[in-house]
Structure formats: structure tokens, C-alpha cells
């Protein structure tokens, strides 16, 4: 863990945007369930609890103090345009295995946030030791696949009806995952992995 919060906080020049990034705590609680509640809900359907609800985000916060789950946090001006988590269970049966959670504000999504935060969940999955990321998304979030795609992701498991919204409409749920630790071996075997 010390690995990962010696890189925060740390300003990222995206474009003409400025986002500052910093270790997620109990502090920013408020600011991010302000940003939560901003967001569709359909943004919010491939986590496995409803993060717009004070009670599950409380538990979020829990868990980052446990040491299962790294938050990063974007802002922009000071405010929350986007968060990552890694969450990982050192409990089960898959604990090289880390999940990836990224939600980006409407109004940030055409700058590149989403791409560095994955970025960001690369470095924190290679910092915490894990070999595999995954990610979940509905069939439907056309570009946020892509840009999963682009970076590496494989679809490794197709759920259909697995999520429903609010009003009852059921989706389609999409597996992804990445072999972290051979992109760790690459970077190490080209000398780039002291540059990140």
C-alpha cells in the first residue's frame, strides 16, 4: 500500500482540463455521494450495490480503511468528476484477482479521464501484487467498452438479464479481464516499469 499512496496526490493535464487525483478517504464521503447522485443510474448498474445510497458508500469507506478496496478520486476545479476502485478479497479463493469499478461524471467523459483512471487501476493492480483485473459493465455502455477494449480488456463471461433497473428493465451484464501481470512483465522487460 505504500507504493500506491506514494503517487498521491498528483495533477494530470488533460487537454486544457486540470484534474487533481488523491487517495479516496472518509473525508471526501459527502463530495462523492454529491457526484454519485449526479450520475445516471444506468452508469451505476454493473456495481453490485446502489453507491447513491449514504449506507453503501459509508461501506465503500469501510472497506478502503480494511485495505480491500484502493479509491482514487478526480477533480476538477474541486470538484469530483470521477473515481477508480481496486477492490480485492484477500479472503477468497481469488486473491491475485482485483475488480475494477470506474464512474466518470457526464461532463468529464470527453477528456480522457475514463482512459487514465483505468491507467490509474493499472498502476494500483501492479503496486498491490494482483496478476488479473476484471471489470463489469452492461452489454449496452458501447463506449466504455471500447475503451476497456482498447487497453486490453477480453470479454470473459456474457450474463444475460443479470442486472434490472429501478423501474424492473433487465440487462445484459459483460465480464472483462486483463492479465496484469504480464503487462508487469513487459514493462519491466523494456525498463519502463520504473517510469510509472
Not at 452508469?43 to 453503501?56: A, H, T
Request: net charge negative.
Amino acid at each position: 500500500m505504500n507504493a500506491v499512496a506514494s503517487r498521491y496526490p498528483r495533477t494530470l493535464e488533460l487537454g486544457e482540463e486540470t484534474i487533481e487525483l488523491s487517495l479516496l478517504t472518509a473525508d471526501d464521503q459527502a463530495e462523492v455521494l454529491k457526484f454519485a447522485e449526479a450520475l445516471p443510474v444506468h452508469d451505476l448498474m454493473f456495481l453490485s450495490r446502489d453507491i447513491q445510497e449514504p449506507k453503501v458508500l459509508e461501506a465503500w469507506v469501510r472497506s478502503i480503511e480494511s485495505g480491500e478496496i484502493v479509491s482514487v478520486v478526480a477533480r476538477r476545479n474541486g470538484e469530483v468528476v470521477g473515481t477508480t476502485a481496486v477492490v480485492t478479497d484477500p479472503l477468497s479463493w481469488s486473491p491475485h484477482v482485483g475488480e475494477l469499478r470506474v464512474l466518470v461524471s457526464t461532463e468529464a467523459r470527453q477528456i480522457g479521464l475514463g482512459r487514465k483512471l483505468i491507467e490509474e487501476s493499472f498502476l494500483v493492480g501492479l503496486d498491490l501484487g494482483l496478476e488479473k483485473l476484471t471489470a463489469r459493465m452492461t452489454l449496452d455502455q458501447d463506449s466504455a467498452i471500447a475503451v476497456f477494449e482498447e487497453m486490453g480488456f477480453r470479454t470473459e463471461a456474457h450474463f444475460k438479464d443479470h442486472v434490472q433497473n429501478r423501474e424492473g428493465k433487465k440487462h445484459d451484464l459483460l465480464i472483462l479481464s486483463h492479465d496484469v501481470s504480464r503487462l508487469g512483465a513487459q514493462l519491466e522487460a523494456y525498463g519502463l516499469d520504473q517510469a510509472f
